[in-house]
């Protein structure tokens, strides 16, 4: 079993920063494309960001230049770093990866979700 881990939301003012982090522990054989979701109050969930197992990267428009997907392979982690942050950012973020616990077997794995909230 993968358990996803996430970390970094909270309270933050419009215009400022966050970094969240989400690290995989297990039974890891390999983890492939990775990614950042996010729900609203009332809303369905979103796609954020996207990062394959190549470093190529897929942004949703309303964050494109502002959001920046990356991933530390040696750690089992992706990280979000969010600028400019708007109160429309306001949600709970989640983490997904497709993990690989053996060679022959893949699924995915969610974190279990951090708040993040803009707001001054």
């Known amino acids: 079993q993968v358990q996803l881990v996430e970390s970094g939301g909270g309270l933050v003012q419009p215009g400022g920063s966050l970094r969240l982090s989400c690290a995989a522990s297990?039974?890891?054989?390999?983890?492939?494309?990775m990614g950042w979701y996010r729900q609203a109050p009332g809303k369905q969930r979103e796609l954020v960001a996207t990062?394959?197992?190549?470093?190529?990267?897929n942004y949703a428009d309303s964050v494109k230049g502002r959001f920046t997907i990356s991933r530390d392979r040696a750690k089992n982690t992706v990280y979000l770093q969010m600028n400019s942050l708007k109160s429309e950012d306001t949600a709970v973020y989640y983490c997904?990866?497709?993990?690989?616990?053996?060679?022959?077997?893949?699924?995915?794995?969610w974190g279990q979700g951090t708040q993040v909230t803009v707001s001054s």
């Open positions: 997904k990866m497709k993990v690989r616990p053996s060679w022959a077997s893949q699924y995915d794995a």
């Open positions: 297990g039974s890891i054989f390999e983890i492939n494309d």
């Open positions: 990062i394959t197992s190549g470093d190529s990267t």
